[in-house]
């Protein structure tokens, strides 16, 4: 036992002696350590920064407006009307002089636009979704007066001046009857009036008649372009082509990056951005205009003319759509479109009441057997069954229907052969 605990001793006093010759710092002697290794650079102290670029009218061309809850500040911008782009200039709005936009932007009254009623608007969020915690941090409305076009875009540099800014923005509207947004109705809208209602304000935004372009630009170019985002439209219809424009996807960094270091330079591509998304919003609105009405030499293709001809019967103009159809027929068409053009002009003859027409095209259109398509055959054997009181005529051609039709198919098979029954106990078998 006794040389069991000199060894001990000794180890004690071993590893005693190595710790003295070997010093393990205790926790104050290790944070001095790591302080004197820290980077000889410093952040710049937050007085300093906003010494330096609190004034972002020194970057970007505006003006600080005060109000209750703080300064807010509106970037100006104005734009000669005779100004071009690619071509396209902004004086070609008021060329237009029927009530053909508010038709497509379903307003509750067919008018004529007044384009200088109407307001242009656009937002920067500080994301993509509809959640209440999204905010509109610049709102960029775009106008025309004294043959200048106009951008105001109203920025908050802290979140607590929200309801300063909206309130700017209330006041701003208040002059005019119309606005005009891409993809506003389902986006920009409901965020600024969820803003509105979450700072217990009233919404500017209810007495306004509403054209959202992306759905008149869906009806019109979804089958000219790839997708109708309003990037796409520029570079296709427009021509435009931005250059070093900052992605939408991007906006939010470079925002929260300013409130970080309120660097100015970081939200100045924000501020073009939204900008050139206005300059955008008026030059779409022209080109839908002339598009439909086939004044651009552009809007005269194959798929523009389709898509022009199915808004005119969509909104009750069928003669129009009929004359388009009937057109287009005499040019050289893929099979698949030569189909669908029959159909189309069937249907509609249909609604004028023109059965003889409408069972000419039926029958051309069954003549070209891909794709198949069930619509000719319905529709010729309800017009054999119930107008002409042809049966057997009815019969065949619903008996041609199950033919082709693919196996798949089951929920309409079992129509055709309930309709096929019924037929034969009209015939007696």
Known sequence: MADLNRQLRNFIERIRKENEEKHIPNLKEKLQRLYSKSTPVKFMPEE?????????????????????????????????????????????????????????????????????????????????????????????IGYFSEDKFFIDQYFIDNFNKEPGMLQLISNSLEPFENIITFNGKAFDIPILESRFTINMLKSPFQKLS??????????????????????????????????????????????????????????????????????????TTIALWQHFHNIDPLSDSKLIQKSRAKILAKKGEIEKAISIYEKSLSEELP???????????????????????????????????????LTPYVELAKLYEHKVKDLQKAYEIIQEALNKISPHKVKEIASLEHRLKRIKRKMGC
């Open 210 to 283: 509403h054209l959202d372009l992306l759905h008149p630009a869906r009806q019109l170019w979804n089958l000219e372009l790839e997708n109708c985002k309003l990037s796409t439209i520029e570079e296709r219809i427009l021509s435009i082509k931005r250059g070093n424009d900052l992605p939408g996807e991007e906006v939010p960094r470079f925002y929260f990056r300013y409130l970080h270091t309120s660097d100015p330079l970081e939200v100045k591509p924000i501020f073009q951005h939204n900008c050139q998304d206005i300059i955008s919003l008026a030059l």
């Open 335 to 373: 099979a698949y479109l030569e189909k669908e053009t029959y159909i189309k002009l069937g249907l509609l003859y249909k609604k004028t009441g023109n059965l003889k027409k409408m069972e000419a095209f039926f029958e051309k259109a069954i003549e070209i057997e891909i794709p198949f398509y």
């Open 48 to 140: 300093e920064v906003v010494r330096n670029y609190k004034n972002i009218s020194n970057f970007i061309n505006g003006e600080w407006v005060n109000t209750e809850h703080g300064d807010i500040f509106i970037a100006k911008k104005s734009i000669p009307i005779h100004t071009e782009y690619a071509g396209k200039s902004l004086k070609a709005i008021f060329q237009i002089n029927d009530d053909w936009l508010s038709r497509l932007g379903n307003f509750k009254e067919r008018k004529v636009i007044d384009f200088t009623q109407t307001v242009f608007l656009d937002t920067e969020t500080t994301g993509l979704s509809l959640g209440t915690g999204t905010v509109a941090f610049i709102v960029g």
